[in-house]
């Protein structure tokens, strides 16, 4: 089968295995569904490989358990009785961080995104992961929870070879300028808008 040839070269003087192999900022935003589904699916193939995980869930309630968690924590589990794949670390902020556990209210959320940020930069600048999912985490930036040139400037000077994969709507045009990788999903068709109901045990 013929090899797939790109239609330009960046001009970065790294060869192409230094540019495949080099860590990576990537953004899943647009208004479609399968943003946070497919981050999760990049971090099951990074705890294949032995990476070490750490998921940080913003925005959802903490009282929420969507299937990727229990897959993801069980492989974990996996990881600590057998040595197969890698570490896996889920936390939410909901009502309260899975470090802190502290009562949560409305008004405490923008204080508890602002925490959550907080603790990635200080498990960034220890090299703690090395695939990151900041699952929704666009939104606490765009409501100014979370200042924007604070996150570009600190994933962009991260140390090591540490992946982070950004989801969520409404990615700012900072985030997106010093991402490696920017997909967005785009909506053509939804089942709740023509009456439908999704397939039982499916969150659409």
């Known amino acids: 089968m013929p090899k797939g040839v790109p239609t330009t ?42 990476f070490s995980i750490g998921v940080f869930q913003f925005v959802k309630s903490a009282k929420w358990r969507i299937g990727e968690q229990t897959v993801l924590e069980r492989l974990g589990r996996l990881h600590e009785e057998t040595g197969e794949g890698g570490p896996v670390a889920w936390h939410k902020m909901g009502s309260g961080w ?32 090395d695939l990151y999912v900041l699952d929704e985490f666009t939104y606490p930036m765009k409501w100014g929870w979370v200042d924007v040139d604070d996150v570009v400037t600190t994933l962009v000077e991260r140390p090591g070879r540490q992946h982070v994969v950004i989801t969520g709507r409404h990615a700012d045009p900072r985030l997106v300028e010093a991402a490696n990788l920017v997909t967005e999903m785009g909506q053509v068709k939804h089942p709740m808008e023509v009456g439908q109901k999704g397939q039982r045990g499916i969150e659409w």
């Open 9 to 50: 070269v960046p001009d970065d003087g790294l060869t192409t295995a230094q540019r495949r192999n080099r860590p990576l900022i990537m953004v899943h935003t647009g208004p479609g569904k399968g943003k946070s589904t497919a981050a999760f699916g990049l971090a099951m193939r990074g705890w294949n490989q032995g």
């Open 98 to 129: 899975s470090w802190s556990r502290k009562a949560g209210t409305e008004e405490d959320h923008a204080a508890d995104a602002a925490e959550g940020w907080h603790e990635i930069k200080r498990a960034l600048a220890e090299e703690r992961h």
